[in-house]
T-cell receptor, first 112, second 115 residues
Framework: GESVGLHLPTLSVQEGDNSIINCAYS??????FIWYKQESGKGPQFIID?????DKRQGQRVTVLLNKTVKHLSLQIAATQPGDSAVYFC???????????FGTGTSLTVIP | DSGVTQTPKHLITATGQRVTLRCSPR?????VYWYQQSLDQGLQFLIQ???????AKGNILERFSAQQFPDLHSELNLSSLELGDSALYFC??????????????FGPGTRLLVL
């Protein structure tokens, strides 16, 4: 039969602009979250993580914001570069079942 | 480079066959996780091993099995392959056994194509 691919949300940004990628998580008991970047043909690469006792965490050019009230996670990338073009996943662990649950991802395209 | 290695990089086989995928975790990591990533399912957790013992099971089919050896490398065995098993298979590793508390580092994956 016909195969249907995932319809990823897409985001296109101009090089140098800031990017914001959003993720709605499902379980209010989730207490650890990770953002991964996956380039075409490669494995997911760890970017940044945050625990539920924090609202914000910053890394190099990236910031993760956690809003537990609305179960929302965002990844901000400052001064986006062509090398940032990839699919970005958020992962949550509800601390039950001992596993991570991954979102479907957002495809980021940086326009030079 | 995450430090997690996987072989082979690509695998093409026929329906009904059996294949083995191999993973070596990062130095010092005791847990190995296997994931399947297909076009219509996203990244799905299959199974976790910690220090040689099965720790957690996800959406792993009965046709699939895994093991972790004393040197901590792991193998994922896929048997009676079907067309729908075509996917990317990733291995990840973490330091300890608490999947919910630790960062998982992913390998480059094995692309399996079943014809």
């Amino acid at each position: 039969g016909e195969s249907v691919g995932l319809h990823l949300p897409t985001l296109s940004v101009q090089e140098g602009d800031n990017s914001i990628i959003n993720c709605a998580y499902s379980n209010s008991a989730s207490d650890y979250f990770i953002w991964y970047k996956q380039e075409s043909g490669k494995g997911p690469q760890f970017i940044i993580d945050i625990r539920s006792n924090m609202d914000k965490r910053q890394g190099q050019r990236v910031t993760v914001l956690l809003n537990k009230t609305v179960k929302h996670l965002s990844l901000q990338i400052a001064a986006t570069q062509p090398g940032d073009s990839a699919v970005y996943f958020c992962a949550e662990n509800a601390n039950t079942g001992n596993q991570f649950y991954f979102g479907t991802g957002t495809s980021l395209t940086v326009i030079p | 480079d995450s430090g997690v290695t996987q072989t082979p990089k690509h695998l093409i086989t026929a329906t009904g066959q059996r294949v083995t995928l191999r993973c070596s975790p990062r130095s010092g990591d005791l847990s190995v996780y296997w994931y399947q990533q297909s076009l219509d399912q996203g990244l799905q957790f299959l199974i976790q091993y910690y220090n040689g013992e099965e720790r957690a099971k996800g959406n792993i089919l009965e046709r699939f099995s895994a093991q972790q050896f004393p040197d901590l490398h792991s193998e994922l065995n896929l048997s009676s392959l079907e067309l729908g098993d075509s996917a990317l298979y990733f291995c990840a590793s973490s330091v300890g056994g608490l999947a919910g508390e630790e960062t998982q580092y992913f390998g480059p994956g094995t692309r399996l194509l079943v014809l």
